[in-house]
């Protein structure tokens, strides 16, 4: 690849590509999958920011079925059923029902219970003994008013 003096020629050098080459294709990442939102862990607010943070949009409509989720026990297919605008937005509605987990979660405390973090809730199965509810857990949550659901 030099030429006679030692020197390299730079139009004879490997690392150069051709005039005429096409461009190296731009290499991109993957989709981010969406992340399920477990409806039991959030309140209606959360959940609507969750979906928007997701989706970009939906915060209205993420509310709703929020609302009929607990309204319905739960049972999400029946939440569905009863929020008339999933079915005048479908596309936007079933992105949204796609992000929806409808399990419980539970947090086994072997200490008391402690109310959630603002924005946050969260679900306990407490302890008894002979069939009395383990104590303080019970009272802290009911004088906190942490022991409500969504």
């Known amino acids: 690849h030099g030429s006679i003096d030692g020197r390299v020629d730079p139009q004879r050098t490997s690392s150069r590509r051709p005039v005429d080459?096409?461009?190296e294709p731009e290499r991109c990442l993957p989709p981010v999958p969406?992340?399920?939102e477990v409806l039991y862990a959030h309140t209606a607010a959360s959940f609507a920011d969750a979906v928007e943070r997701q989706l970009g949009r939906g915060g209205v409509l993420a509310r709703?079925?929020?609302r009929e989720f607990f309204?319905?026990?739960g049972d999400l297919q029946a939440a569905c059923a009863r929020t008339p605008m999933l079915a005048a937005t479908p596309a936007l509605g079933a992105a949204i029902v796609d992000l929806c987990d409808g399990s419980i979660?539970?947090?086994f405390a072997s200490r008391n219970a402690r109310p959630p973090a603002a924005g946050q809730t969260e679900k306990y199965v407490l302890h008894t003994r002979r069939g009395v509810p383990s104590g303080p857990a019970t009272g802290d949550l009911?004088?906190?008013g942490a022991g409500g659901g969504g």
């Open 71 to 73: 309204a319905c026990g």
């Open 142 to 144: 009911a004088a906190n």
């Open 105 to 107: 979660p539970l947090s």
């Open 64 to 66: 709703a079925l929020y």
């Open 21 to 23: 080459a096409q461009p």
């Open 34 to 36: 969406p992340v399920r």
